[in-house]
């Protein structure tokens, strides 16, 4: 491990790292503020489930969720769809960048020719990747806690590390598809394609499973089916089948894409 590569590859994502981070602490931060315009109207809580239909909770991953509970209400507006969509796209970038980008543009073929083994390099980058991920979940989490007690709203403190820890993991297992699509290609390009691709039909998937019986098994294949905040944040629980499913792949992509830079012709 490098401290001056990782510190060079954050400071490349520096400005990234923090427009993402002010942006999912603005929408954090409004949406709990928004919450207390409404709970405890149960009228307008029942007005608004009638408008939104089955097709429409399930388009933003939040099939069978209430909008009366916090949980529920952070999960349809924010936590379900927007925020898995949020911090996809940040990883994804860091991702393209650490590897195929530089591979690209022959930065990396320079980096390699200076007194560092490429398993140095390729493990520094990726510990850049968790720190940037570390700091854009404390950017979701941490306005939530300081947003509920400005404003009076019941927030579980054992609830949000709850989440922060899942949040990691979650995005960690995008962030580790993406890094090793990264050793694989050559071009930012085709990293965010590819990945950004998979997150589409994961949704398609997630989607048509949701107000089609027949496809029910399409959802299992998906990360939204495992993905469920309103219950962390409301019943502060984690289903086992969530962390296996996540924490798995995080692992066995970053392992893969180790393994294959490697191995990979960086002039190619």
């Known amino acids: 491990m490098s401290w001056t590569i990782i510190r060079a590859s ?3 994502r520096r400005t990234s790292l923090i427009w993402y981070s002010v942006g999912l602490a603005f929408y954090s931060y409004f949406i709990v503020w928004y919450f207390p315009q409404f709970a405890g109207n149960e009228a ?3 007005q608004i489930e009638e408008i939104m239909s089955e097709e429409m909770l399930a388009a933003f991953g939040a099939s069978d969720v209430s909008f009366s509970t916090l949980g529920g209400f952070l999960g349809i507006e924010y936590l379900g769809l927007i925020w898995v969509i949020i911090v996809g796209a940040a990883v994804i970038g860091f991702a393209a960048k650490a590897i195929a980008s530089d591979v690209d543009m022959g930065t990396m073929e320079v980096t390699l020719t200076q007194p560092v083994s490429r398993l140095k390099v390729v493990v520094s980058r990726y510990i850049a990747m968790l720190v940037y991920v570390i700091v854009i979940n404390l950017a979701t989490v941490i306005p939530i806690i300081l947003a509920g007690m400005q404003f009076d ?3 579980d403190n054992e609830s949000m ?3 922060f820890v899942a949040g990691l993991v979650v995005t960690l297992a995008i962030g ?3 890094y090793m699509v990264s050793a694989f290609s050559t071009g930012g390009g085709r990293v965010a394609a590819v990945s950004s691709g998979l997150l589409g039909a994961m949704w398609i998937g997630n989607f ?3 107000v089609n019986e027949n496809t029910e098994f ?3 294949l998906t990360l939204f089916h495992y993905w469920h905040p309103d219950k962390i944040i409301d019943d502060v629980t984690v289903a086992p089948e ?4 996540f924490g798995v792949a995080a692992v066995v992509f970053a392992a893969v894409g180790i393994w294959r830079f490697l191995g990979r012709d960086i002039a190619a």
Do not use: H
């Open 10 to 12: 954050l400071q490349q």
């Open 44 to 46: 307008f809580f029942e």
């Open 153 to 155: 709203v019941e927030v």
């Open 161 to 163: 590390l709850l989440l």
């Open 176 to 178: 580790g598809f993406a």
């Open 208 to 210: 048509v499973s949701s």
């Open 218 to 220: 399409l959802g299992k």
């Open 242 to 245: 969530t962390w296996w499913m």
